[in-house]
């Protein structure tokens, strides 16, 4: 018995060791070097504990050239992949190896958006109005039907790498222009702006069971990533809120929508997207089946005690989950307390200052991945931080004060200038 972790991430927030402790298999890890890099950690020096660690340069070309090798010689029974760009990749392991889990039919509606919404559609759950444009010609009658702005996505991207607000018909021009300039068969996913606040629901499916859910709302733009120099707040909603059983309920809608008859994607966490617009209208973004990425892991731990991170590694190991996602029938868990995340982008320039770190009891976790002195590009996507920080408080309203007020002092203390200044 023995498990590959594909991992496209730093090492310090999934401490795998520490989750998988009463493991009793084999742990082998593949790595990217780039995101080590990138996050400001050291590359490891040995295989930190893991019966196998290996570091690639080019981890999207060669992860599944790597774990399949890998699998063969440690007699591999589980591939775990926690990042969105490798849940197709441990998928096709899985299918090549005749592996437990998720095989490439039954994650395709979760990573491919043109299926997603159709298969929304179908069970009566709205979507953006879109279409897979071939076409400039398809792109422009579109356009012409729907209306600026419009957005523009990657069929199967992440991280809102590459999405773009388009607002008129010259920003259309240019992104047609880039799109259809491309090799191979080029394709543009356009969608109809939907207007609102964006809220997303976090949690585990055990046993094809959602033993854990809950929501939370964005109170700034994910696309925006690129721009925007100040503190992002995202919060956790209370559980009287009007909207907390409504997101929920229809995660719930979204995940049988998604998922073929007998599938065997039955353990694992999610992630979805769904816009709350002026007039009172939940509408599906996109669902990914995988922890979110930012500090939602830990904003759950939080939440119910577990970090939403082990409780998916140990779910697919089919280990026992800690309370209160251990299998408990009935209503599900509510929170013990309210939570969010303090979010800043990196920019480019040379870093001069950084955040001090917090001191006050509720602030439950505090990073920084940048250091003064160090040279640092733009944000590469909607996860590529310059500090980070997680909070608690009895209230989403008290919550988002601390919040905004730690993020005012952040602001304050961030000096990035131009390269050379």
């Not at 209160?324 to 480019?348: H, W």
């Not at 320039?349 to 001191?359: F, H, I, K, M, T």
């Not at 988002?400 to 050379?420: K, Y």
Request: some cysteine; proline content about 7%; aromatic content about 8%.
């Amino acid at each position: 018995m023995s498990v590959l972790l594909l991992h496209r991430f730093p090492f310090e927030p999934f401490p795998y060791l520490k989750w998988l402790a009463d493991y009793d298999g084999d742990i082998v890890v593949v790595a990217d070097r780039e995101k080590i890099e990138s996050s400001g950690e050291r590359l490891p020096d040995g295989n930190l504990g893991y019966a196998h660690l290996e570091v690639l340069d080019d981890f999207e070309g060669l992860a599944f050239e790597r774990g399949l090798d890998l699998a063969r010689k440690f007699a591999v029974t589980h591939v775990i992949a926690h990042h969105e760009g490798d849940v197709e990749t441990a998928a096709r392991l899985r299918e090549h190896l005749d592996l437990p889990g998720a095989w490439p039919a039954d994650v395709a509606a979760f990573r491919d958006k043109v299926l997603m919404k159709r298969r929304a559609r179908q069970a009566g759950i709205e979507t953006a109005a879109h279409v897979l444009a071939r076409t400039p010609e398809q792109a422009r009658s579109f356009a012409a039907r729907q209306g600026f702005p419009l957005v523009a996505k990657a069929r199967a991207g992440f991280s809102s790498i590459g999405l773009r607000i388009l607002p008129d018909a010259d920003a259309l021009r240019d992104c047609l222009a880039a799109a259809f300039a491309a090799p191979g068969e080029p394709e543009v996913l356009l969608e109809g702006f939907v207007p609102g606040r964006m809220c997303h629901v976090d949690g585990l499916v055990a046993d094809g069971r959602t033993v854990l859910a809950w929501p939370s709302q964005y109170q700034y733009d994910l696309a925006s990533y690129g721009e925007d120099p100040g503190a992002r707040v995202d919060l956790t909603l209370d559980p009287d809120d009007p909207l907390t059983d409504r997101l929920l309920e229809l995660t719930d809608r979204i995940l049988a929508a998604l998922k073929p008859a007998g599938t065997r994607l039955r353990e694992h966490a999610f992630h979805a997207e769904i816009f709350h617009t002026p007039d009172d209208r939940l509408v599906l973004c996109e669902i990914a089946v995988r922890p979110a990425g930012a500090k939602v892991r830990e904003v759950f731990e939080v939440l119910f005690g577990a970090n939403l991170g082990e409780l998916a590694t140990r779910a697919q190991l089919g280990l026992p989950l800690p309370a209160p996602a251990d299998g408990a029938r009935g209503a599900r868990p509510r929170p013990r307390e309210m939570s969010g995340q303090l979010l800043m982008m990196k920019r480019p320039g040379l870093v001069r200052s950084v955040p001090a770190a917090p001191e006050q009891a509720w602030v439950r976790g505090f990073w920084l991945y940048a250091r003064p002195g160090e040279l640092v590009p733009s944000a590469s996507g909607s996860s590529d931080f310059l500090t980070a920080v997680v909070g608690s408080a009895p209230s989403r309203a008290e919550c988002e004060s601390r919040l905004r007020d730690l993020g005012a002092r952040f602001e304050a203390q961030t000096r990035i200038v131009p390269a050379g200044g």
